[in-house]
């Protein structure tokens, strides 16, 4: 039998007058997080926020700060249900203590989230301004990245522009029988031009119907653009969403199909903080790279030096638009003309290549002579084989690349008839020769190639998955970003601009503990 006084006493009695003893601050330790979250948000500007509300008529509303506050500590968290903020407001001590005690329910957090999506901007500008006037963000080496992230839609919720059709005309007739009925017995206060009065029953169907058609116009939509790529739509039609048609059908990380988002960042080498991010609804993130310098450039006052990204985003597109802005691009890149080392590599092109090298040649997946074994003369405008042919140019064509048109230009060889190297450059259907294409931005592929061939750029390269995929696996893993809460693109992008300045500014208090425990301990060392 164990001893009188062996259990620990209660540290609350349950009727005192106050919970708190002595004070809801002495609740919080001095170096927890959110009391530097709070000195942080405290010296932030929310006029931008404060004119957003009427201020002369309803009740006193709770400050923008609160509010904006709670979600993010929450983010942070993994705390994003609006209903579990509101809990969290209740009993949790950090959340109360952040909140001064106010009771924010979880319809005013819904709506807050997506209603200040330009003062948000405006807060992530400013954290990162704080953070780069202490040194943590510099703009000297960016890494650019994408992921996926699930939409706010069952994968099992998709169709086709045909059978969404079928389904919009039997809600069509659905709509007129329930409409007829209705005004046989003088049921019907409206009719069907004026929605926002219809009878309940003809207000779903309305409501289903106005979902099914914007579905309907994504899926044609998505039909036209694999037409103009050379897909059949009747024989592979698009799969569009239809809970949340801004999504697209795209591969999972863990594989299979499903309605996806790709949100991307831009994250500083320095500290690894978030300095801009977006939301695409299409599988590659490259249209949004030099989008993000001149954001970067606006909010911070000047644009990266180095960029940094993967095999993905390294188009001829992207190196010109990099090289437009004078930022230096990193990226796998291998150049399409011989080098030094190589067998067609020769000073006079004109020459051919001896025929006891032709086995060291390089080859295409294809089994066929690769591109790199042919040089092209800027004075010429041509491409030279390794037998020194000559292969001017012949004509442009429009390709799609990505749903974007591209001009190729085509360069045709003459003189495959009887070339001892024909069998080994073009297949024996080939009857006009074999044909080069150079894309409109090959010299900006050139030089970066000949950039990323030096070991300088091959080390700092080395940096680009710490730097541009850490963000991810915090904003996935600690913060639960896996699925997105709300739906259409816009939300989407003003959710995702919630996480990322929840990152940032985690990061910021983080950086901000850390020099006053130096300082502390500094101070402490002169004292002794």
Known sequence: MLVTGYWAEPFRDRKR???YSPTLDAMIDDDDPVRLLDEVMAEVDWSGWESRYNGHRGQPPIHPRYIASAILHGMYRGIRSSRKL??????RFDFIWLVEGLHIDHSTFATFRTQFRQPLKDLFRQIGRIAMTLGLIRLGVVGFDGTRVKANNSRYKTRTAKTLEEKLQALDDLFEHLLAELQSHDGAEAGPDSPTHLPPELADVQSRRDQLSQALAAAQAADAARHKKGIDPQQNPAQVPTTDPDSRVMPNKEGGYAPNYTPVVTVDGQCGM?????VLAEVNESSSAAASVDRIEENFGTKPEKFLTDAGNNGGQVMAEMEKRDVEFYAPAQSHQPQPGD?????????????????DLKRNGHGQLDKSNFIYSSEEDAYFCPRGQKLPFERNKIAQRGGVGVKLRFFRCEHCAGCPLAEACISGTNKRGRTITREPHEEAHERTAARMSTPAARELYRQRPRIAETPFAILKSIMGIRQFLLRGLEKVKTEWLWAVTAFNLMKLVRALGALRAERAALAAAEVN
């Open 17 to 19: 007058m106050s919970p």
């Open 274 to 278: 978030i300095v801009d991010a977006d």
């Open 343 to 359: 067998a067609a590599y020769r000073e006079d092109p004109t020459q051919p290549v001896p025929p006891s090298q032709w086995s």
């Open 86 to 91: 509101e809990e969290a407001c209740t009993y």
